[in-house]
């Protein structure tokens, strides 16, 4: 990785506007580690290295630094640098890039491409958002089944030059339908004068231009490609997604599924530069609909009104036991959402699943239980805190625990399930929601066993 | 994808023991396929069309197969076929196996292997576990500075047979010392009499052998590469390890992850095939953790009886009031434990961060205390259920909803950062965790503030 401690250097040659120096120095690092490096200069620095810096070394550089920086640098460049820019990019860069502008910005960037590079960027805008086409390159090697090997050899070698991935070539008849992919490493271990018909076994994996970006990770990992080619309605070869896209996809996934999870609407954009008032309205969306929900617990509450008051004492483990089911359904929740989302158990596994929670949640209920007991009895061997009947309250609290516990395991467990099978997303039964769900439903467990425990003791009718 | 509607064809074919018809009904699909075809078998069925086939479709449709029924399958074999079947394998699926087995089990596989296979698979598991070494594989194209072009392609027709990935070539010196990598399409496009080195660029990216798997994404994220060259500790290149590997390390990281922040200890295995004690023991130890905390609200509610018993009322709104906080902290933890995850902001972000989330906090506070002034208002219309000081009453929950909202942003916001900065873990800030501190802290927060509103009313000293 890029030494930080060349900055200075750097700087100077910046500052000394010393093009051909700096372009020199640049070369010996990754673009990767060169756009980390621009994060560390000033914002009128990387304008300059910009301006100074040319060509396909400019456009490697553009394509690895991050979204606000690329737009604060296409903005200081000169129309034409920035039009032969936008030439350059790789194709599926370039529509990342221009999704994001408005309209007009857009269009006005479009007008500086030559009319090859604006049909494609246009025909790849064209495809819906959150869609494989909007991820995929038109940059891919395609060959006829009559082709020889020497043939095809010699076609890469004219025209392999702008092409993503050359893991794969891809044989398409006439009308550009795919019939085939083959290894380039089938080709190239194959005798030069046979045609690449003789190679083929018709047996291969695409994807669909509107299939969802996130279906494409799925497809990558079941199959073990490093790049699959994307058909159109027509079957017809009109791109490739290589995987280094994917796992992007699949890491911008992860963090939808876990903000899901969090118990907000998922941001579509980093933290940081998700502007505030957005990101208020996706967290209040969920917080006012969980909060409704909570305001239930002061009902139930209402409705033990006058158990509270003939017995206070039931009122100091109110927050323990709820928020004890709420981490022992939150704790299922995970473990079920995810394992579903993977993809490790399906929906007709409920009743499986079912059984081992009423096991887990009936031992890790007896356990807190337990504990709970025995704090009690503990506090009460040198305190009256909680009264003459502490053993009687501490029973109604264990045996409340072990119910909550046990109930939070299932209600956490099973939601996921029915979610799934209604044809929502199961992460929607995030840890707040189990929690909030089995807030209500506790407290009224909890009020329910102290009537039956405390009867005649401490609550009178 | 393989048409389930072929399964009772297949049936019969294993039925009637024709393994020529099978296998050339099979060789129509892809392996990932057949593998999941399989699992629809009868375990009888499954063995019966495994002894069926042979030679590289048997290994191919292995090494899709899950984990269970790979040991199911390689039980029934005959030592001799078990035997070719691991010889077969390509080396990094084979450790993959090889490392769950018992130390007896392991060595009586690792006996039926070829002295050279033998030893690759010796070598392999003398990497730690959870070590890039276990993803490797030895099976790379390594080619010298001063061939040709040629002579290159020559070399990979003869050995690139059983090469993982040709996408990349790699340049070592005559001590295996890696000095380049270079991508096939450069050789391909190069002149053919030119050597290799005057393609070389000597800029490269390698992993270390005993780098942590999970560092291997990061690596691949940042490069964009599709097959990583693995380096010993004299640099010299062992092994390569290709993305298809690091994306199911990838779903791997991102479950642990989620488990982390769903309160429990991350699984070793998926949910269903992990042992029921096993899983118990695991959600236990943060669920016992949680509820010591918890307990502290016994506490802190016992301190504060007196005020109970004089306005009962008071405990209606704990389970609303410490949610609130609770829900807030979780969304916020969400939000900042994935973006320092993703490296989206870092350490010395937080005070940025800080700001941010005591705006929305203030903001989401506003909205809840509203509403539930409004819900404590509008009950109190129609009924006398908050007592003739409604009003005081609903003022004390709305303030302390806006404190304990704020509260939670900014504790579930700042404990991630806290956390990353003693070197632990940030997911151990999880929501349940949160939570509980939340829970514990906001009924200080309820209580002083409703001492505060409502004394001389409701509370009289």
């Known amino acids: ?243 280094d896209d994917v796992l992007d996809v699949a890491e911008q996934a992860a963090t939808e599924d876990a903000q899901k999870f969090g118990g907000l609407e998922a941001l579509s954009e980093p933290y940081a530069s998700t502007p505030l008032f957005t990101m208020v309205h996706k967290r209040a969306t969920w917080l006012v609909i969980l909060f409704l929900g909570e305001l239930l617990t002061a009902t139930v509450m209402g409705y033990f009104e006058h158990q509270l008051d003939q017995a206070v004492v039931l009122a100091l483990f109110i927050p323990l036991i709820i928020s004890s089911g709420g981490n022992s359904g939150s704790q299922a929740a995970t473990l079920i959402v995810r394992a579903l989302a993977v993809g490790e158990i399906r929906l007709v596994d409920w009743m499986k699943v079912f059984r081992r929670e009423v096991i887990s949640g009936s031992i890790l209920g007896l356990l807190l239980g337990s504990i709970g007991f025995l704090r009690i009895a503990t506090w009460s061997l040198f305190s009256d805190v909680y009264g003459e009947h502490w053993a009687l309250v501490g029973m109604a609290v264990s045996l409340s625990l072990v119910a909550i516990v046990l109930w939070g395991s299932l209600i956490g467990s099973m939601l996921p399930f029915a979610l799934k099978r209604l044809g929502l997303d199961p992460a929607t039964s995030s840890a707040p929601f189990v929690a909030t769900f089995v807030d209500v439903t506790g407290l009224l467990i909890y009020f329910s066993i102290s009537i039956v425990v405390l009867g005649g003791t401490l609550l009178k009718n």
Not at 59 to 81: C, G, N, V, W
Not at 106 to 129: D, F, G, M, N, V
Not at 194 to 206: G, Q
Request: charged content about 30%; aromatic content about 6%; overall charge negative.
């Open 1 to 243: 990785m890029l030494c930080k401690l060349m900055l200075p250097e750097i700087r100077e040659l910046i500052e000394n506007r010393d093009g051909t120096t700096l372009s020199e120095a640049l070369d010996m690092w990754q673009p990767a580690d060169i756009a980390e490096l621009f994060a560390d200069l000033s914002d009128a620095d990387q304008k300059a290295a910009f301006r100074l810096l040319h060509g396909p070394q400019r456009t490697l550089i553009f394509e690895y630094l991050d979204r606000p920086t690329q737009h604060m640098l296409l903005e200081s460049l000169e129309p034409a640098d920035a039009g032969a820019l936008f030439n350059d990019m790789s194709a599926d860069d370039r529509t990342a890039l221009l999704e994001e502008l408005d309209e007009a910005d857009r269009e006005k960037h479009l007008q500086t491409l030559s009319a090859q590079q604006q049909a494609i960027a246009r025909s790849l805008l064209h495809y819906p958002e959150d869609s494989v086409g909007r991820l995929m390159t038109p940059d891919f090697v395609a060959v006829r089944p009559n082709w020889t090997v020497e043939h095809v050899l010699e076609h890469v070698r004219r025209h392999g030059q702008d092409s993503e991935s050359l893991n794969v070539v891809y044989v398409v008849d006439h009308d550009m339908h795919l019939i085939d992919d083959l290894r380039i490493r089938q080709i190239l271990i194959a005798p030069v004068h046979i045609t690449i018909e003789r190679l083929m076994d018709s047996n291969y994996v695409a994807l669909q231009a509107t299939d969802l970006k996130r279906s494409a990770i799925e497809v990558f990992r079941r199959y073990d490609r490093t790049a699959l080619p994307v058909l159109d309605e027509h079957h017809k070869l009109v791109g490739i997604v290589t995987i």
